[in-house]
């Protein structure tokens, strides 16, 4: 691309979960304070960001929940009406290891028709609640037609096809050790695309304090972020001519200043490079298969 050969294309990621991350992740069912913080990021934090992106043209994947979208349909208009492509990502931020193969199936279900009702059209990517992809995840995808999935972490820059069945055993100490001692072992290759995620390149463990959480943090400054963040795209881009750049954000605290001047900084330090493009998840399956066929074998990092 632009005569550099390169191809490093970078996605914002915002989870709009206003009030369902506090009821389902972030231990705040019980405090008015913390859903007046998910109020926020609907309120303030979408708006603010939807700006952002605005301004510098660039169209981004948000993940929301069922319960966000019918909680706050005046801002879920606002993310559609701008262009930016909608992933589903639980109804209450629910875990997907905690539900029943029949509760999580319902969960997507309901999640995809709130979606579906404004859009017109079906989602086709998925961002797990708590990151988390039960046993029956997979299947439940495939079944309604999700092209990629976006939660893991076995790679950082490059999509992968995800596999179902990995296992592995748990040690168990009243056992003899002989019953543990066995290798993880990869499952079977799964038709759905995988578009890492990143705790590293996540906002919310720097930026939010979570008053439920004993070790929360939140306390670091844009400028900190942004040097962390700044450093894993300046090495992505010296060592990949194809690469993938996610990042997630969460409105409840990216929609605060300090947040939005570093998305800025990084924006505008990402854009000084040629061959990079900001692009949605969608685009970036898509790109991905067709460099990487089902079943080719072909290691995307080179
Ligand atoms: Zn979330």
């Not at 559609?80 to 909608?86: K, L, N, R, S, T």
């Not at 976006?150 to 999509?159: G, N, W």
Request: glycine share 8%; hydrophobic share 40%.
């Amino acid at each position: 691309m632009a005569g550099t050969g390169k191809d490093i294309q970078v996605c914002f990621n915002p989870h709009f979960d206003a009030v369902a991350l506090w009821l389902g992740s972030f231990g705040g069912e019980d405090s008015p304070c913390d859903i007046s913080r998910g109020v926020f990021a609907a309120k303030r934090g979408v708006p603010r960001l939807l700006e952002l992106f605005k301004r510098y043209g660039i169209k981004t994947t948000w993940g929301v929940t069922g319960h966000s979208v019918e909680s706050f349909p005046k801002q879920f208009e606002m993310i559609v009406a701008d262009g930016h492509e909608i992933g589903v990502h639980g109804y209450t931020h629910e875990n997907p290891l905690a539900m029943t193969r029949e509760q999580e199936a319902d969960v997507l279900d309901k999640t995809m028709a709130c979606v579906k009702a404004v859009t017109g059209t079906a989602p086709v990517g998925y961002m797990a609640p708590w990151w988390e992809l039960s046993p029956n995840t997979i299947d439940l995808l495939l079944e309604r037609g999700i092209l990629y999935d976006s939660s893991l972490m076995e790679d950082d820059f490059h999509p992968h096809w995800l596999r179902r069945g990995d296992s592995w055993t748990k040690i168990d100490y009243s056992r003899p050790a002989k019953d543990w001692m066995k290798p993880w072992l990869p499952g079977e290759d799964a038709k759905l695309i995988e578009i890492p995620a990143s705790w590293y390149l996540d906002d919310a463990p720097p930026t939010m304090f979570v008053k439920a959480f004993p070790n929360s943090h939140g306390w670091i400054t844009g400028r900190e972020l942004e040097e962390i963040w700044r450093d894993q795209f300046d090495w992505v881009y010296r060592h990949h001519d194809y690469a993938i750049f996610p990042c997630t954000i969460h409105p409840d605290s990216a929609g605060k200043p300090h947040v939005l001047m570093m998305l800025e900084r990084l924006i505008d330090h990402m854009l000084a490079h040629d061959g990079v493009r900001m692009v949605t998840m969608k685009e970036m399956a898509e790109e991905f298969a067709r460099r990487v066929p089902f079943g080719s074998g072909i290691d995307p990092a080179g």
